[in-house]
């Protein structure tokens, strides 16, 4: 399933990048050749996330997972499947273990009494972009998420460490609700 995933994020990219050459096509030609190219890439995704669902469908365990992880705010159908390929590993770690794994975990830049800035560093970078997804949507919604990001803008947080600690926030949320739902079914 993880290399279905990658496959479905691959293409993805490259539909993005032919996106990018159709903004300023020589000719009609290439121009035609260029949406033809998006299509097909289209009809790949759609077949790749339906293979996806598919195969979460035919699990009991999968199906519950997906349908902890759209409880959470910013993620919805195509995240969770990003999750649960990605992260297998939700629900079995504890909140700074997954923190880590995700890549969202702040390390400390010191030295001596020299104190510098928090830096995100390490983990997955995939499933970090896939969570600055959730968290920009989070950050729309009226949703306990939505507030959380609010009030660290207002006191005075740049917005960009907000989202970051959105980040963390999501899949801490997320993990934790997996880990109470495999507690209740042992």
Known sequence: MAA??????????????EKCRLEAPENDHIKESCQKTIEFFDSQINELNDTIQKIIDESRELQQRQKILKTVPGIGKKLSQDFLCLMPELGYLN?????????????????????????????????????????????????????????????????????TALMRKIIVIANTRLKEAINLHT
Do not use: W
């Not at 995933?5 to 293409?11: T, Y």
């Not at 995700?102 to 970078?125: D, F, L, W």
């Not at 990001?149 to 960009?160: F, R």
């Open 95 to 163: 909140r700074k273990e997954v923190a880590s794994l995700a890549g969202v975990a702040p390390h400390p830049k010191e030295s001596g009494k020299a104190v510098g800035y928090r830096r995100i560093t390490g983990g997955r970078s995939n499933v970090r972009s896939k969570l600055f997804t959730a968290a920009m949507a989070a950050t729309r919604s009226k949703s306990i998420l939505g507030a959380f990001y609010s009030k660290l803008v207002e006191s005075g947080k740049k917005k960009m460490v907000a989202i």
């Open 4 to 17: 279905l995933c990658q496959r479905r994020d691959d293409i993805t990219q490259m539909r993005t990048q």
